[in-house]
């Protein structure tokens, strides 16, 4: 059984390596999955997230903040790596930038989530989002997705292009709304 668990791991991570890189190298950047800004707009103002006590959280919680919905594993090392990139961003932007550290469910399990957690020292709100993930059509990750103070969408990222381009990247669209 355990032997079954690690072949379908590997074979997702390969997998998941292929649509981030695919066959040009390149990690993809746009729009979401669901090929149309209003629909994507749409699905975010409805989406209701569930935190760690079972409270609904939804992004009109971070009005007047830039909002990065960061959708992520346990088991993703571009995920983790851009964590700490991340908590740097909320620490010099304290007033203007929230980080939804969303769980979609794919493989881990709530108990995992809330083991990293314990373990991991990150100001983020972390939610379970599943319903998000598939109304957006997300199926690889990491996957990001920004959106403005007054909670439109402005892009998504699939993928991860080091710590020090995710901190620019996202700096950037921080300071665009400053």
Known sequence: ?????VFIGVLLLLFTGYLLFG???KIEAGNSNTG???ESNQILQNAVFTDLN???????????KTVLIDIWETWCVPCLRSMPTFQKLMDDYPDDFVVLAVSPGYMDSEEQVREFIANNDYDFVFVFGEQLAQDLQVQSIPYKIYVSPSGEYIKSVLGSQGPDSDYENTRQVIESYL
């Open 36 to 38: 149309d800004e209003s």
């Open 54 to 64: 079972g409270n609904e959280v939804t992004l009109q919680d971070f009005q007047g």
């Open 1 to 5: 059984m355990r032997r079954s668990v």
């Open 23 to 25: 066959s040009s190298g």
